[in-house]
């Protein structure tokens, strides 16, 4: 980052704020911070390695393409360039040589302590090569086609992030021509890890990769030529889908074709082993049409993602987390009615330290009263659990009406959200995919229930998604409530996303792209307003991404006025904090606990004017302008309170897991010298001794 003395708002935002997708790796490295920390059984340090190494898959999968793009078209400047492409090279390459430096090294040796090995052809024994060369024969061999090179067998389809080897090979061929390059394809279908017997390994446990049983029988897969030099290898495209909605009449047509070519996009990262040959890995290179700086050359296998399997082969409870066991939700009632608990006032769910089991509790009370009329849910990412499925469906079967809005284009989850719409159709529940050019992101469940002459209506609102595995990993606020004004705006919004007419005008709710945005934007503008009239003026927020730059922009402003601001953001943050001049009232931090923070909280504070929101929107352009999004507002004190308590001040407070951010534009993790209070652990604590089923 720049370094000239206290540069202007205008050169701040034009020229020093942080770059969005090194700061998307700089997040990565945080995470991969846990992979290394002594205090963290071995499996969930393995278990960090394999997110992250999924992580950086996404990003190259979503965000490397124009990089690689412009390098190729030799495009010098403007925001995606040569230089930004080694840029995220040069970082994505420091993080890769942590990452395989620590498997090797460090949680390798760490798990052959604890009597569980991972064996290279080198390190088996003469019994254990032989039940290796008969598995390979047996369960590998007949599904490889290897595939010699000529004019007349052109370099194979390769799929997105799939493993195959290149091979050169010497002698001729059975028509007497000397086609030196091979290509060995592995199918998807076989499992990466194999567990050797116990009769072979003397009653330990013992394990082969897939690679290393290929690699050490690649010749037999060409008999009568001689195999030189090879490598595995692979590598990511391109895969996020892109339709022209306009264009279309079936969307969800559209993207099921589209998925089946997901697999074959553009080209953007090849990974191959340390030791390729260079020969080989340039081979590579030209034919993917890529750049030298989207080249990686990995000391390990090259995906670390697969050795996730090994944490379920291994069933050793002792090098795992406790299990954490979610409390039922303590404003819910044991027994009783949760709509007549309603009546009564509102109702927050913190997940997962709360279970996602209250908001199934609410939906199977409505399913099963016959007073309850309709249901109407959004679907983002809900993944393959069927429990609310299965409440849905039940809810049709017994004549109620359900409205789902689906979205099929949330990322890398189109398929099973393609299956939920066609499951939902075939019994007969309405769905629509809300508005053309927009993801539905916001998360509402509205049910409309007849009391005696009156219809009333209970919703649901969380700044996650309804997805039980998820709910158990990510933290999340959940909000039941009887409200007649949120639930009339919720209604109304419903409506909005059927019929596409025009959204009449919210009483509580703030939805995107509509009035979000800007009254986000006024209500940093009046705390900063109260700073400079000399009025205590607060911010304190809590989200996943900060990218927007008017957003940005205004909260500079408002703390060159005076008015303190914490900014709490796990992932990408391009506001840079704590530049003399520019942002010294602004703090940044970003906690990474063993959940994932996810919730998005809003506190201002502008003289008496106090104000807290929850959201399903983080501070992203995508967020703000192109998706339907909603913010609510929380009016009980108590509960307003108890929010401010658990989100805010328990993660300023953080001295374990947050990092904070320098105003260098480094992170640094406060509790490196001298641990503290973790704020998720202070937080299972509080909740783990309440009472666990309903």
């Known amino acids: 980052m720049a370094t000239h003395s206290k540069p202007s708002l205008t050169e701040m935002t034009a020229q020093d704020l942080l770059d969005r997708d090194l700061s998307i790796l700089a997040f990565n490295e945080r995470v991969l911070d846990w992979a290394h920390r002594p205090d963290v059984p071995v499996l969930e340090r393995l278990r960090y390695l394999c997110i992250v190494s999924s992580n950086v898959d996404e990003f190259f999968e979503v965000r490397a393409e124009p990089h690689v793009m412009a390098c190729l078209q030799d495009i010098t400047s403007g925001a995606y360039n040569a230089k930004s492409l080694q840029d995220i090279a040069d970082r994505t390459n420091a993080m890769v040589a942590r990452q395989y430096a620590l498997y090797n090294d460090d949680l390798l040796p760490a798990l052959e302590r604890k009597g569980y090995r991972i064996l290279s052809h080198g390190e088996r024994n003469a019994e254990q090569r032989q039940w290796v060369r008969s598995y390979f024969h047996r369960e590998v061999q007949p599904l490889l086609v290897p595939v010699g090179l000529d004019p007349a067998h052109p370099f194979p389809q390769v799929a997105n992030k799939s493993l195959n080897f290149i091979v050169q090979l010497s002698g001729k061929d059975a028509f007497g021509r000397s086609n030196e390059i091979a290509i060995v394809k592995v199918p998807r279908v076989l499992s990466r890890l194999i567990p050797l017997p116990p009769r072979v390994c003397g009653g330990s446990t013992a394990y082969v990769l897939l690679s290393s049983v290929i690699r050490a029988h690649l010749s037999e897969l060409f008999p009568g030529r001689v195999v030189g030099q090879f490598s595995q290898f692979r590598v990511t495209r391109h895969s996020d889908l892109a339709v022209d909605e306009d264009e279309i009449a079936n969307l969800r047509m559209a993207l099921r074709q589209g998925l089946q070519h997901r697999h074959y996009g553009q080209a953007v990262r090849l990974e191959v ?6 020969r080989l890995s340039e081979f590579l290179r030209k034919e993917f049409r890529l750049p030298e700086a989207s080249v990686f050359r ?3 296998p090259v995906n670390l993602v697969r050795l996730m399997q090994l944490i379920d082969l291994i069933n050793a409870p002792d090098l795992l987390f406790p299990p954490y066991q979610a409390s039922f939700p303590a404003q819910l009632p044991q027994q009783g009615s949760i709509f007549g608990r309603l009546k009564q006032g509102d109702v927050l769910i913190h997940q997962p330290f709360e279970s996602f089991d209250g908001v199934l509790a ?4 409505a399913v099963m009263d016959p007073h309850v009329l309709a249901i109407k849910q959004t679907i983002y990412r809900a993944g393959s659990d069927t429990t609310m499925m299965d409440l849905l469906r039940e809810a049709v079967r017994r004549g109620k009406e359900v409205t789902a809005v689906v979205e099929l284009k949330a990322r890398f989850d189109e398929e099973a959200n393609i299956n939920w719409a066609e499951q939902l159709e075939s019994i007969g529940a309405q769905v629509v995919y809300g508005i053309v050019g927009l993801k539905t992101h916001a998360k509402m469940l509205l049910v409309t229930r ?7 209506r209970y919703g649901h609102l969380s ?26 705006d919720m209604d109304q919004l419903f409506g909005h996303l059927a019929s596409q007419s025009d959204l009449p005008k919210m009483k509580r709710l703030l939805v ?6 800007a009254s986000m934007m006024a209500r940093i503008q009046a705390v900063g307003q109260a700073a400079a009239r000399g009025q205590f003026a607060r911010i304190v927020i809590k989200m996943n991404a900060l990218t927007d730059v008017p957003l940005i922009e205004a909260l500079l402003q408002a703390g060159r006025q005076g008015a303190k601001i914490d900014l709490i953001v796990r992932g ?3 506001l840079p904090a704590g530049v003399a001049g520019v942002s010294e009232n602004i703090r940044v931090r970003s906690v990474i606990g063993r959940f994932l923070e996810h919730s998005r909280v809003f506190y201002f504070c502008a003289d008496q004017d106090e104000s807290l929101f929850l959201s399903s929107a983080d501070w992203m352009s995508r967020n703000m302008m192109r998706r339907i999004e909603l913010a609510w507002p929380v009016l009980d004190p108590v509960l307003r309170q108890r929010i401010i308590d658990e989100c805010l001040i328990a993660y300023l407070h953080d001295g374990r897991d947050a990092w904070d951010l320098s105003s260098d534009g480094q992170y640094h993790r406060v509790g490196l010298i001298k641990p503290g209070a973790s704020a998720q652990q202070a937080l299972m604590q509080r909740y783990s001794g309440r009472s666990q089923e309903r």
């Open 273 to 278: 082993s340390a030791n390729c040959a260079p």
């Open 298 to 300: 990995v000391n390990g």
């Open 362 to 365: 609410f939906l199977k009370e």
């Open 450 to 456: 007849r009391e005696g002459r009156l219809l009333r």
């Open 463 to 488: 700044t996650g998604n309804y997805n039980r595995r998820t709910a158990a990993l990510y933290t999340d606020i959940s909000c039941l409530t009887a409200d007649a004004d949120i639930t009339s």
């Open 512 to 517: 995107a792209p509509f009035q979000l945005h």
């Open 572 to 574: 990408a943050c391009m």
